[in-house]
T-cell receptor
Framework: AQSVTQLGSHVSVSEGALVLLRCNYS??????LFWYVQYPNQGLQLLLK??????LVKGINGFEAEFKKSETSFHLTKPSAHMSDAAEYFC?????????????FGTGTSLTVIP | EPEVTQTPSHQVTQMGQEVILRCVPI?????FYWYRQILGQKVEFLVS????????KSEIFDDQFSVERPDGSNFTLKIRSTKLEDSAMYFC????????????FGDGTRLSIL
């Protein structure tokens, strides 16, 4: 079974500061991992994905995430926060087996950027 | 860039009524999904659909729910005899292939049951 834990339901950073959003996964098989962003009244937009190639994955809007198997983590980072980064961020894990391919989402982290 | 579109954006329905939520997935995608997000909670998987049949469903997806791809472009979620607790945001998603492919989400339909 797969699951995702996102530590910190709310994160506040100053504009220009480092963004770190934490995600730990549990999976009985090598996982596929994804980060999505959700702006108010919108759907989920893919930020980046890990599918067993490079462990450091670069995404859109300057975000990146590093897959660390030993820590079962896939934390999302951005060197310098921008006001437009304020949104809800979701980590998701997918199984490599079966044909259903459901995503298991974390509870989300709301990012606030302080001017 | 192609996108998943969902209609309506907001649906208000009396308890006990049936609702149909509509989705147009990205045209070359083969896998289709429905998720729901109750206010303040996480996104939950409902069902996945491939090759004109359900490939996986969660415990939430009971006999009250059904999905259909009626015409090769639309993908619908029907909820029969709606209950107050069905109030949520419902997201449709599609992907090209299997589990290593990202799922592309629509903007959702907000379902309010009165």
């Amino acid at each position: 079974a797969q699951s995702v834990t996102q530590l910190g339901s709310h994160v506040s950073v100053s504009e220009g500061a480092l963004v770190l959003l934490r995600c730990n996964y549990s999976s009985s098989v090598p996982p596929y991992l994804f980060w999505y962003v959700q702006y108010p009244n919108q759907g989920l937009q893919l930020l980046l994905k890990y599918t067993s190639a490079a462990t450091l994955v670069k995404g859109i809007n300057g975000f990146e995430a590093e897959f660390k198997k030993s820590e079962t983590s896939f934390h999302l980072t951005k060197p310098s926060a921008h006001m437009s980064d304020a949104a809800e961020y979701f980590c998701a894990v997918s199984s490599r087996v079966g044909t259903g391919n459901q995503f298991y989402f974390g509870t989300g982290t709301s990012l606030t950027v302080i001017p | 860039e192609p996108e998943v579109t969902q209609t309506p954006s907001h649906q208000v329905t009396q308890m006990g009524q049936e609702v149909i939520l509509r989705c147009v997935p990205i045209s070359n995608h083969l896998y289709f999904y429905w998720y729901r997000q109750i206010l303040g909670q996480k996104v939950e998987f409902l069902v996945s659909f491939y090759n004109n049949e359900i490939s996986e469903k969660s415990e939430i997806f009971d006999d009250q729910f059904s999905v259909e791809r009626p015409d090769g472009s639309n993908f619908t979620l029907k909820i029969r005899s709606t209950k107050l607790e069905d109030s949520a945001m419902y997201f449709c998603a599609s992907s090209e292939q299997g589990s290593n492919q990202p799922q592309h989400f629509g903007d959702g339909t907000r379902l309010s049951i009165l």
